[in-house]
């Protein structure tokens, strides 16, 4: 078992990653606000693990929800399900969320502990490699908006981060992948030890083997967490985090939410930020094609939907988070293990690279497995 | 034009208070967190101060949502409806939200933007004596539940409030009176000099003389804003700000939003509170019937409504954010000036209590005017 900190003064918090954690007290009780929880799951988590968390709930007053399963329910009519629940339970506002799921179950919950009464406590037991690597770590909270993907939210961290590596042993494959691409992301950003190191384990992390799965985790969470510990709210060094999201989210948006895992989108979108950084003369074709190599060799989509033009993709993104006074930003890379955010492009840089994106797409086969 | 701060650190904002200040950028342009705003205002209040902001904003990018008005519209779905028109209009994170109108244009514009991109700034501009005395100061936002009133929200500092005086002018009586609830309570709560200015003037302030409004609306966020400076999430102290709003909260929940005005509910709660704390022999009576005097010459209910029964009554308080591990917490009355939160009581101290209201009532016309 390994223990990160995330060091955030009076909120600071630790993630614990390991074998065997769910359902085991030790990791929970400690970090309860009060006599009463609820854990929120969803139908798919529900039948494997939700009976080992409320069983280490025995010695409190407890009630247990089950969400439906998926991106398209991140609503706030779901939210306002866990709402119902809390007050025909009579919880108070000395109650503890349990997020028992992947990142949709954790925005939801954690958005719904932000609110309820004011903000209650929360803790996150992500089960997909998504949620132990990205969603569950640094308090971003919230649902999408039909008009954009997480426009509704609020900054509100968890009191512990419970990732239990058997979880995901029951992850099927095309979720494994979407987690691995906010891996590779991690590299990508700031760490390119960390993508040497993937692109020498790749294999073996799709293979699942257990010591090399806890590993990139840990290395992943260490990342996050030292960012979000210098920028919490995102006033400047933590928009890196969301290197690949602005095309991603265009993309995952634009074909309807759940039709593209969020991180096949960001694997899309991360190539899209590649390209688009050779065209600008910022990145070296090479680093870009060890970028696509590693993406494909995780199995991810590397361009775009043949169905979603650039002119609604732009459209799309206008509404990003990152948009200020009318300007869009974006990340872009300058090297393996460099990111930047800039302003410094034109509309039409943007639509040139999803158009030869889209046009290379033509001739192969890259989009997500079930999508 | 008098000016206090609400020192809260970096979370520190002033209030500005006096005539014709409405519609002077002076007091709104420093404050704008970038080149966009939103004002939102509700059907009665646009027709009369609407015009003005917008005439203020001239130099930016600005848009207006016109809501409709009442209590039983402070929902998540018109907070939805907030979202809608950012997002159609393409506001980005460096928006401003500015409330014109009373509490519940305050307390849904602010928890939209508590909510909107994880947070934008917003601007309280009250124009009710609730709003002005209460509501816009103190960071509280949120929308009610069909279970529980302000069950669902966040704390949220507006970046500055702008009371101007005039506006209570177009208020009518039953809004005037209802404000005159939270101004007496300040006086209950912790400031007895206010309480005896206060006997002294009340025929004056229902003549809404203009010195003396401005001079009780002074002192009454004097008051709140020392509270909350000490006390910001209501750790603490800041729970004596609720004198008569839990019993309020259940006459307001129990008859239906919008049928007694909340400075209504809470005038009849705080009478409840003043009997329950004689009943415990807490209290003396003679202070108690000051207070129900001072209550009555303000044209305030001071007891319940007959058609909730104790039971009901007792039912729908058990969810109050005061509620602890299942335990209701009440703030009552040592003395005037001198409230104290406690959880010394059983639940048949509040159903004699209300009972004894009940039967007080049936030989008197004691419900507010409307309702």
């Known amino acids: 078992m390994k223990t990160l900190q995330v060091a955030l003064g009076e909120r600071a918090y630790a993630i614990h990653i390991g074998s065997g954690l769910v359902g085991d007290p030790q990791w929970i009780t400690p970090h309860l606000a009060g006599q009463q929880a609820l854990v929120v799951t969803n139908e798919t988590v529900a039948p494997l693990y939700l009976d080992g968390v409320l069983e280490s709930l025995a010695g409190i007053r407890h009630h247990h929800l089950v969400l439906p399963d998926g991106e398209r329910f991140k609503t706030l009519d779901t939210v306002n ?34 609110c309820y009464q004011r903000g209650v406590a929360f803790i996150q037991i992500p089960t997909t490699l998504l949620a132990q690597v990205d969603s569950s770590v640094g308090g971003k909270t919230g649902v999408n908006h039909p008009l954009g993907k997480n426009m509704i939210g609020a900054f509100h961290q968890p009191r512990v981060v419970v990732a239990d590596t058997d979880t995901l042993d029951t992850l099927d494959d095309r979720q494994l992948r979407a987690g691995l691409a906010e891996v590779i992301k991690y590299g990508l950003i700031g760490d390119r030890d960390f993508f040497d190191w993937l692109e020498r384990h790749m294999d073996a992390l799709l293979e699942r083997q257990p010591a090399l799965m806890s590993e990139a985790i840990r290395r992943s969470c260490q990342n996050k967490a030292e960012v979000v510990a210098a920028d919490e709210r995102e006033a400047g060094r933590r928009a890196l985090l969301n290197l690949g999201h602005t095309f991603g989210h265009a993309i995952e948006t634009g074909m309807g939410y ?13 190539m899209l930020a590649a390209r688009m950084s050779v065209g600008l003369g910022w990145l070296p074709a090479a680093a870009a094609a060890r970028t696509e190599a590693l993406l494909r060799r995780a199995g991810l989509p590397t361009t775009v939907p043949a169905s979603l033009s650039a002119a609604r993709a732009l459209d799309l993104m206008a509404v990003d988070k990152k948009v200020q006074d009318g300007r869009l930003r974006l990340v872009l890379l300058r090297d393996i293990g460099e990111a930047v955010v800039t302003a410094d492009f034109s509309p039409g840089d943007i ?15 890259a989009t997500p497995q079930g999508a």
Chains 1, 2 share one sequence.
């Open 351 to 365: 639509t040139a690279t999803w158009e030869s994106a889209a046009s290379d797409a033509a001739a192969t086969t």
């Open 258 to 270: 759940g039709a593209w895992l969020h991180g096949e989108a960001v694997a899309a979108g991360m």
């Open 81 to 114: 399900l866990v709402f119902d629940k809390l007050l025909t339970e009579r919880h108070d506002r000395h109650t503890t969320l349990i997020a028992l799921g992947g990142g949709v179950v954790g925005d939801i919950t954690g958005f719904a502990a932000a």
